[in-house]
């Protein structure tokens, strides 16, 4: 079972930036499509992005786009994700997932790393 | 946008007794449904996938069914470490990835 740390959440102002990143190992990471999902204090789970094991192919959900940037190195098993003019509905625990193929559903999940939008 | 509804929001079951959770899709996602169990300050664990599939290291008290737009989670035997938060997942239709309202299983 592969194993996924993200990290560098915290708090941010409104229209501010940050950037999240998933280590992966203990799984071939280049052979995995690769996704964030959000879950809002108390609430259910949102699908923010996705990118194609190759890299080849990106999606975000409408509420992101324009905003938030997906991106991947495979050759040190990272993903990232570039948040910008953050508010304070991305307020989340924001965790990296992993899918294979072309089934789209998430067959491992790290931990999650906190995101605080705030004044 | 597909839109997953989970019912009921809260279920209320006692050790032991049989949990029965429903799934309804906006519009027919064939077999493409996933369920994911959340646990209080945990991840989601993908429980089952193409609709009735467990996936690895899931006990067989676990099972799904339906096709379309209709998919219910069955746990035959609720076991302690079972009460929990249970979403849906379709992935026939994307973007977006779409989940239900998620369903808590709780200590009657």
């Known amino acids: 079972q592969g194993q996924l740390v993200e990290s560098g959440g915290g708090v941010v102002q409104p229209g501010g930036s940050l950037r999240l990143s998933c280590a992966a190992s203990r799984f071939t990471f280049r052979s995995y499509g690769m996704h964030w999902v959000r879950q809002a204090p108390g609430k259910g789970l949102e699908w923010v992005a996705f990118i194609r094991d190759d890299g080849s192919e990106i999606f975000y959900t409408d509420s992101v786009k324009g905003r938030f940037t997906i991106s991947r190195d495979n050759s040190k098993n990272t993903l990232s994700l570039q948040m910008s003019s953050l508010r304070p509905e991305d307020t989340a625990i924001y965790y990296c997932?992993?899918?294979?193929?072309?089934?789209?559903?998430?067959?491992?999940w790290g931990r999650g790393t906190r995101v605080t939008v705030s004044s | 946008e597909i839109v997953m509804t989970q019912s009921p929001a809260t279920l209320s079951v006692s050790p032991g007794e049989r949990a029965t959770l429903s799934c309804r899709a906006s519009?027919?996602?064939?077999?493409?449904l996933a369920w994911y169990q959340q646990k209080p300050g945990q991840a989601p664990r993908l429980l089952i996938y193409a609709t009735s599939t467990r996936a690895t290291g899931i006990p067989a008290r676990f099972s799904g069914s339906g096709y379309g737009t209709e998919f219910t989670l069955t746990i035959s035997s609720l076991q302690s470490e079972d009460f929990a938060v249970y979403y849906c997942?379709?992935?026939?239709?994307?973007?977006?990835?779409?989940f239900g309202g998620g369903t808590k299983v709780e200590i009657k």
């Open positions: 997932g992993t899918s294979y193929g072309s089934s789209r559903y998430f067959i491992d």
């Open positions: 519009q027919g996602v064939f077999g493409n």
């Open positions: 997942q379709q992935y026939h239709d994307w973007p977006p990835l779409t």
